[in-house]
């Protein structure tokens, strides 16, 4: 396995030549939860055999020719596969291995599996400060009790000072005043904050939007009030365009793409369907130059998931500056922040 510090040196060369540097692997669409504001439970690619782990090594090593890669392993719900300390394994051989889970299945002996196979980064996804509202979003009983448990068992598994827990949120119509509560449950359970805007590609429907006005500022004013807020402020800055009339530009194939459950690869996780080839089937440089020859005709302004925003934050002077600490410096836990009294956390 290569060291954090040759990752992260192979990381800063592919950024500086220009190649994509996260990886968005949906290494299962299976997933036990059926949310409302995401259809990827009923997607039919569920059903489809999936990569084998010996497939997921040889494809880990093959992406190491671009350099060190940030992966989002995602889906579906990764911890369904049985084998998921195998896949983290084969890919924290070259890579930053990240994973987004709802938690549900996650036990202490599996997050500890996880860390010790090289994961460099937990997300918890919770939506709701109030367990009924998030159990209800997410159809499924106890979904907010066990993603709570999920970021202690995560939090006091860590085995490195890189490894790093946050808890992931979607920002919809009715939640952005759950947002700081969210912000200070996170502290308290020793894990950093972040959120990112629902998308109509989801379901194809707008009903999850957030048209509250001043998101990005208020936002940006709980970001500076509490140092465990972790996301970017250039891509909390651009929150309200991006949900009002789109953020022009997408780099969806140039910085950031996205592998499916059966290895095919497109520019980005919503042009799943239109793949640009398989990463099994066809070499590296093939792939990223079909990705960038689709980029250049890409007008699409739909998405500005993390996986998009914060990734181009990386090519903003301002953003970059902002995020330096973050992948520098060895700092997996969140600072602590000042408990507020309820009188203050009511006001």
């Excluded at 997607?43 to 055999?49: I, K, S, T, V």
């Excluded at 939007?209 to 250039?234: A, H, M, Q, T, W």
Aim: proline share 6%; glycine share 6%.
């Amino acid at each position: 396995m290569l060291s954090p510090i040759e990752k992260k040196w192979r990381l800063f060369r592919a950024w500086s030549s220009h190649y994509p540097i996260w990886c968005a692997w949906q290494v299962t669409y299976r997933c036990n939860f059926r949310c409302g504001f995401c259809h990827y439970w009923k997607d039919p690619a569920g059903l489809l055999p999936e990569q084998t782990l010996d497939q997921i090594r040889y494809g880990s090593r093959k992406l190491s020719h671009l350099g060190t890669l940030m992966i989002s392993i995602a889906g579906g719900e990764p911890t369904l596969r049985d084998d998921l300390p195998q896949v983290v394994d084969a890919m924290a051989q070259y890579h930053f291995p990240f994973m987004t889970t709802n938690g549900y299945r996650v036990t202490r002996s599996l997050a500890g599996e996880l860390f010790d196979a090289g994961l460099w980064g937990a997300s918890v996804s919770l939506d709701h400060a109030n367990p009924v509202m998030h159990d209800r979003r997410r159809g499924t009983k106890e979904a907010f009790r066990r993603a709570i448990r999920a970021l202690d068992h995560f939090a006091s598994a860590r085995k490195y000072e890189w490894q790093r827990v946050n808890l992931m949120c979607v920002l919809m119509h009715d939640n952005l005043d759950d947002i700081e509560p969210l912000i200070q449950l996170a502290a308290e359970h020793d894990a950093y904050f972040m959120v990112q805007p629902y998308c109509t590609r989801k379901t194809g429907s707008d009903m999850f939007v957030c048209r509250k006005p001043d998101i990005g500022k208020k936002l940006l004013e709980l970001r500076n009030r509490y140092p465990n807020f972790l996301s970017n402020p250039v891509f909390l800055r651009r929150f309200d365009r991006a949900i009002s009339q789109g953020i022009p530009g997408c780099k969806a194939g140039l910085a950031f793409f996205n592998i499916d459950s059966t290895g095919d690869v497109a520019i980005c996780v919503e042009r799943r369907n239109d793949p640009v080839g398989n990463l099994y089937r066809h070499t590296v440089p093939t792939l990223i130059q079909r990705m960038s020859a689709i980029s250049k005709t890409n007008t699409c302004t739909d998405c500005w998931y993390n996986c998009r925003g914060e990734i181009e934050a990386l090519y903003h002077p301002v953003g970059v500056l902002r995020s330096l600490p973050t992948y520098l410096f060895d700092r997996g836990r969140p600072p602590r922040i000042p408990m507020l009294h309820k009188a203050e956390a009511a006001e």
